[in-house]
């Protein structure tokens, strides 16, 4: 079936990031509003976006993949090719690295907020009567108190630089563009995910750090220590382990590990570069974190991109980090 095009307009962005909905939701919206959007085709995987890329004979993959210049020769496929830069670099953040912590590992909940500023809930069950309890008739029940935490969260914004002219890049075929986009979307996520480590073990600047526990014997690795870590949780169970690239060798050699007649053990620890050296944290990823990121903020700087002024353009994400629950993390220290 013949698809129609949409007008486009770098307005559509700046509509993006002023009322905190995405750059593909508006443009879902009017393709919708002209008739020229296919649920056929949507049934299909074929969203607003894709629908657009047909009906300009663009192509992000294959063979035939388009040349990054092909989106240069009309204005409105430039507005596509911002999107495009977007969604590749989606996908290198969203990629999950064999053995590498990844935000399915650490984030409970993701809050997108318009502005740059968020303020917090937290329950501390050490200081809550939160335990169910059965009580007789006109008995009082336990109280769990849901507080907004003193200072709010301040989002920052993280990225990269983009090195390389127009000239260079327009003669590039958009598969292989965007295969260095995801590379770098890829980055951006252990960037971020560093920044979440950080803020695990130093808490988000309302006296929340993480508890420390020390091993048996400081300097060496036991089973010992991975079971008094694991028992250290009192109203959560952790289900994911974290630690440098040392301390999982570490992990991974304990003969209890090694054994697969042996007792049971969890995993072995995801690596990061932002866990301090001979340290293990352990958490539970269902209540652990928070991450608060900015609505309709595009990626990548589309007032540069869309002028061709892609040397030094940033792609970048405005995002924080907010502990849920202190006691669903503790961090062992060898």
Do not use: W
Request: aromatic share 8%.
């Amino acid at each position: 079936m013949k698809i129609e095009k949409v007008a486009l307009s770098r307005e559509m962005f700046d509509e993006a990031r002023e009322t905190g909905v995405s750059f593909k939701e508006i443009l879902e919206r009017e393709a919708r509003k002209q008739g020229k959007f296919s649920d056929e085709l949507a049934a299909k995987g074929m969203d607003a976006f894709a629908q657009q890329l047909a009906a300009r004979d663009l192509k992000l993959s294959g063979a035939h993949a388009s040349l990054v210049d092909d989106f240069f020769k009309t204005d409105d496929s430039r507005i596509l090719f911002v999107e495009t830069i977007n969604e590749f670099v989606r996908l290198g953040m969203q990629e999950q690295l064999e053995s590498f912590a990844s935000f399915q590992d650490i984030v409970a909940t993701r809050t997108g907020i318009v502005g740059s500023v968020y303020q917090g809930a937290e329950v501390n069950l050490d200081t809550s009567t939160a335990t169910a309890l059965r009580v007789g008739e006109r008995g009082t029940f336990p109280k769990v108190t849901i507080n907004f935490k003193d200072k709010t969260i301040t989002l920052f914004k993280i990225g990269y630089q983009i090195e390389g002219t127009y000239e260079a890049i327009r003669r590039m075929r958009t598969n292989v563009f965007g295969t260095a986009m995801k590379v770098i979307g890829r980055n951006l996520a252990q960037s971020k995910i560093a920044v979440a480590i950080d803020v695990l073990i130093n808490g988000d600047g309302n006296g929340n750090p993480i508890q420390s526990i020390n091993a048996q014997t400081a300097g060496t690795l036991t089973y010992a220590d991975i079971v008094a870590l694991e028992e250290s949780f009192e109203d959560f169970a952790p289900n994911v382990l974290i630690s440098d690239t040392a301390m999982r060798i570490a992990y991974r050699n304990l003969p209890e590990y090694k054994d697969s007649n042996g007792p049971s053990m969890m995993d072995a620890p995801k690596k990061c570069k932002a866990v301090p050296s001979g340290c293990i944290i352990a958490l539970d990823n269902r209540a652990a974190l928070e991450e608060v990121y900015e609505k309709g903020a595009s990626l990548v700087e589309y007032d540069k991109i869309i002028t061709q002024q892609i040397e030094n353009a940033v792609v970048s994400e405005v995002c924080g980090f907010a502990k849920l629950f202190t006691g669903a993390s503790k961090m062992l220290v060898v």
